[in-house]
C-alpha cells in the first residue's frame, strides 16, 4: 500500500505561482512513477505532467508546457509540482498519483495508476 498526502493548493491571481508537494509512504519511492492530474467541475480528470521512477523524460500537457515543473526528491520521498504563471483555467483540484513503475515509463492515462492523493484545489482568480 502507498499513501499518499497533497499539499500546497490555494487561492491565487493570475500570473502567479503555487508549488504543490506530494509525500508518499509505504513503499520504496525510488520504485514509482508518479503523476499530477487534475480535474474541473464537469470535466474529465487530465495528466498534467508525469515521471517514471528512474525520473528521466517527463510528461507535461501542452497546455501547462512552460509554465509547470515537475520534480522529484526520492530522498525527502516527494514530488513537486512548480506552477508558475497561473492562469484562471489552471482552476481544479490536484491529485497525486503513483504506480509501481516498470522499465522507467511514465503514465498519462487515470486508470494506469493504483494509488491516489486526496487532492487539493487550486484556484485561480482573474
Known amino acids: 500500500q502507498v499513501q499518499l498526502v497533497e499539499t500546497g493548493g490555494g487561492l491565487v491571481q493570475a500570473g502567479g505561482s503555487l508549488r504543490l508537494s506530494c509525500v508518499a509512504s509505504?513503499?520504496?519511492?525510488?520504485?514509482?512513477?508518479m503523476a499530477w492530474f487534475r480535474q474541473a467541475p464537469g470535466k474529465e480528470r487530465e495528466c498534467v505532467s508525469a515521471?517514471?521512477?528512474?525520473?528521466?523524460?517527463?510528461y507535461y500537457a501542452d497546455s501547462v508546457k512552460a509554465r509547470f515543473t515537475l520534480s522529484r526528491d526520492n530522498a525527502k520521498n516527494t514530488v513537486y509540482l512548480q506552477m508558475n504563471s497561473l492562469k484562471p483555467e489552471d482552476t481544479a483540484v490536484y491529485y497525486c498519483?503513483?504506480?509501481?513503475?516498470?522499465?522507467?515509463?511514465?503514465?498519462?492515462?487515470?486508470?494506469?495508476?493504483?494509488?491516489w492523493g486526496q487532492g487539493t484545489q487550486v484556484t485561480v482568480s482573474s
Open positions: 515521471v517514471g521512477w528512474t525520473g528521466g523524460t517527463t
Open positions: 509505504g513503499r520504496a519511492f525510488g520504485t514509482l512513477a
Open positions: 498519483a503513483a504506480v509501481p513503475g516498470a522499465g522507467g515509463y511514465y503514465y498519462t492515462r487515470p486508470n494506469a495508476y493504483t494509488y
